[in-house]
């Protein structure tokens, strides 16, 4: 979405709003498929070896509850939140039959705010690439130490975590 921006305010900026149309139709049409996976699937969704590490039963529970209660709030919060958590909330909606009026009314509001928002971040950043590119240079040991501290962080993290759960059924 943010890519769309920056070739918006780079490249072709006359076509701007035609590049916001075709973006946010890709985001709907992504949440759809993602939809209609959860509610085609339904609980054999479980069986397959990466959902089965996201979506657990406890989850889909929390989320319907978030549902029942927050209803657009949790949709447009989760359009904020990365890819991979987002499609499990999408796959969740299909999963407890949420009414496909019901999900589309939500996710095509939340979608438009969220596809908005990235899109005018791209576009503002790819206006002010020049700007954006000398704070990086002048940054840029300090931004790659920090992801890098990051990812090593993770990654022992992940591995403490694996070995505690192996050496527990032990």
């Known amino acids: 979405i943010m890519a769309g921006g920056v070739l918006a305010s780079r ?13 946010y139709i890709g985001s709907v049409l992504s949440a759809f498929i993602t939809y209609w996976v959860g509610r085609f699937l339904g609980p054999r969704v479980f069986q397959i070896h990466w959902f089965n590490r996201i979506l657990t039963l406890k989850r889909v529970e929390t989320t319907r509850w978030l549902y029942d209660h927050y209803g657009m709030w949790v949709f447009i919060g989760f359009r904020f939140v990365p890819g991979g958590i987002r499609h499990a909330m999408l796959i969740t909606a299909g999963l407890i039959h949420m009414p496909f009026k019901k999900f589309l009314e939500r996710d095509l509001f939340a979608c438009f705010i969220s596809t908005l928002f990235f899109f005018f971040l791209g576009f503002y950043f790819g206006e002010n690439w020049e700007l954006l590119l000398h704070y990086f240079r002048k940054f840029e040991h300090w931004i790659i130490g920090i992801v890098l501290t990051l990812a090593v962080a993770g990654g022992l ?8 759960k192996v050496s527990a059924r032990n």
């Not at 490249?11 to 973006?23: A, G, M, T, Y």
């Not at 993290?157 to 505690?164: A, D, F, I, S």
Request: hydrophobic share 50%; net charge positive.
């Open 11 to 23: 490249c072709v900026p006359e076509h701007s709003l035609r590049i916001f149309i075709w973006v």
């Open 157 to 164: 993290t992940w591995w403490w975590l694996h070995h505690r």
